[in-house]
């Protein structure tokens, strides 16, 4: 079956430390690959996504995520933690069918 | 202006109750979702509608009835809520049927939904 694992349910960072957040997703064909951001009592934002046109995509925030076919792996980067990164992070797949595959989430800790 | 917004935000009640949630876009979007996100925070699709037509429905217990007005409103009804109903609701929008490459989808706030 299509999914979207992402390792870690929880990441601690200190600010100004480099933020990974992983996610591998499992296919045989070219998937649509979506970040989301979800900040507490409110809905999901995306943060950035990728359409089989540049491999690195940059999204809002600072963030960017690497498309690696070989690895089938859409990490989450950012260089530098800010307090106001701390939320839970999802990431997702689409096969450009109507469904949007969510993983079980990353909670993002920051610590001063 | 709230892009998606969803009433109510907080929603308590008993086993066996009906309750309605509902759910506007102001983006002009052809498709309309809910999402159920349980306390593990795990996000699931329920329905999915396209221009008022039924194009999602994901082995949903069919005390769960979506209706779509127009394509600016989805709305949940729920009847005889269990104890397992209890999660966040969220509506979402995008534009077009398989626009997930070109359009994000617009979460809104959720409404949290508990049953005693």
């Known amino acids: 079956a299509q999914s979207v694992t992402q390792l870690g349910s929880h990441v601690s960072v200190s600010e100004g430390a480099l933020v990974l957040l992983r996610c591998n997703y499992s296919?045989?064909?070219?998937?649509?690959l979506f970040w989301y951001v979800q900040y507490p009592n409110q809905g999901l934002q995306l943060l950035l996504k990728y359409t089989s046109a540049a491999t690195l995509v940059k999204g809002i925030n600072g963030f960017e995520a690497e498309f690696k076919k070989s690895e089938t792996s859409f990490h989450l980067t950012k260089p530098s933690a800010h307090m106001s990164d701390a939320a839970e992070y999802f990431c997702a797949v689409s096969y450009n069918t109507d469904k949007l595959i969510f993983g079980t989430g990353t909670r993002l800790q920051v610590f001063p | 202006d709230t892009a998606v917004s969803q009433t109510p935000k907080y929603l308590v009640t008993q086993m066996g109750n009906d309750k309605s949630i509902k759910c506007e876009q102001n983006l002009g979007h052809d498709t309309m979702y809910w999402y159920k996100q349980d306390s593990k925070k795990f996000l699931k699709i329920m329905f999915s509608?396209?221009?008022?037509?039924?194009?999602i429905n994901e082995t949903v217990p069919n005390r769960f009835s979506p209706k779509s007005p127009d394509k600016a409103h989805l709305n949940l009804h729920i009847n005889s809520l269990e104890l397992g109903d209890s999660a966040v609701y969220f509506c979402?929008?995008?534009?077009?049927?398989?626009?997930?490459?070109?359009?994000?989808?617009?979460f809104g706030n959720g409404t949290r939904l508990t049953v005693t």
């Open positions: 509608y396209n221009n008022k037509e039924l194009i």
């Open positions: 979402a929008s995008s534009q077009g049927k398989t626009g997930f490459h070109n359009s994000p989808l617009h």
């Open positions: 296919s045989s064909v070219p998937p649509y």
